[in-house]
């Protein structure tokens, strides 16, 4: 059953720290898409990257904010200096091709982030 | 820029009630419209996707709509099930721009046994 795996799940840290949410994409899926969600914003596209080439980070605060594709099967999404207001859940999700194109994406269960 | 509503923000129904969940955006230039569902401490799952040439898409018990001109999606749920509770979202893919989906801010269902 093929899922994307998001870790960690669940992470408390003290502001300022340094915060790395890891995913691991469909294998064969070619885009990768990172969202946050929180109640009063809803979700946000923050980065997505397809053939592991960034397209659109737009959404991402980017004084501390990074996300990268190491290689086909592992994304990042970095945090530096992390701030009480980035506390969220963000999701990673991957597809193949485009949603424009009527493929759809899959959604991690989240990493759910509290920084204190 | 494309903003997506979803009213209302939550929704009680009796098991076995027919249901439907509005969802409106501003901009009808779009390449399609997606309905998810998202459980608590869960992702979101793909339930319908309706091309912009398509006016709607039917998946077992339910059937998603679109008029793109008017701005406006339902998502109709027959003979509602108490594992239909969960937060509906619906997401539209712009057309003319770099953006993936636009989220609106869903609606919680609670179907009661």
């Known amino acids: 059953d093929a899922r994307v795996t998001q870790t960690p799940r669940h992470k408390v840290t003290e502001m300022g720290q340094e915060v790395t949410m890891r995913c691991q994409p469909i294998?064969?899926?070619?885009?990768v898409f990172w969202y946050r969600q929180t109640m009063m914003q809803g979700l946000e596209l923050l980065a997505y990257f397809r053939n592991r080439a960034p397209l659109d980070d737009s959404g991402m605060p980017k004084d501390r904010f990074s996300a990268e594709m190491p290689d086909a099967t592992l994304a990042t999404l970095k945090i530096q200096p992390s701030e009480p207001r980035d506390s969220a859940v963000y999701f990673c999700?991957?597809?193949?091709?485009?949603?424009?194109?009527?493929?759809?994406?899959?959604f991690g269960e989240g990493s759910w982030l509290t920084v204190v | 820029k494309q903003e997506v509503t979803q009213i209302p923000a939550a929704l009680s129904v009796p098991e076995g009630e027919n249901l439907v969940l509005n969802c409106s955006f501003t901009?009808?230039?779009?390449?399609?419209l997606q309905w998810f569902r998202q459980d608590p401490g869960k992702g979101l799952t793909s339930l319908l996707l309706i091309q912009s040439s398509q006016r709607e898409q039917t998946s077992g018990r339910l059937n998603a709509s679109l008029d793109k001109s008017s701005g406006r999606s339902t998502l109709y749920i027959a003979a509602s099930q108490p594992g239909d509770s969960a937060t509906y979202l619906c997401a539209v893919t712009p057309s003319g721009s770099a953006r993936q989906l636009t989220f609106g801010s869903g609606t919680q269902l609670t179907v009661l046994p």
């Open positions: 999700a991957s597809g193949w091709g485009t949603v424009r194109t009527g493929n759809t994406i899959y």
């Open positions: 901009d009808s230039a779009i390449y399609n």
């Open positions: 294998l064969g899926h070619n885009t």
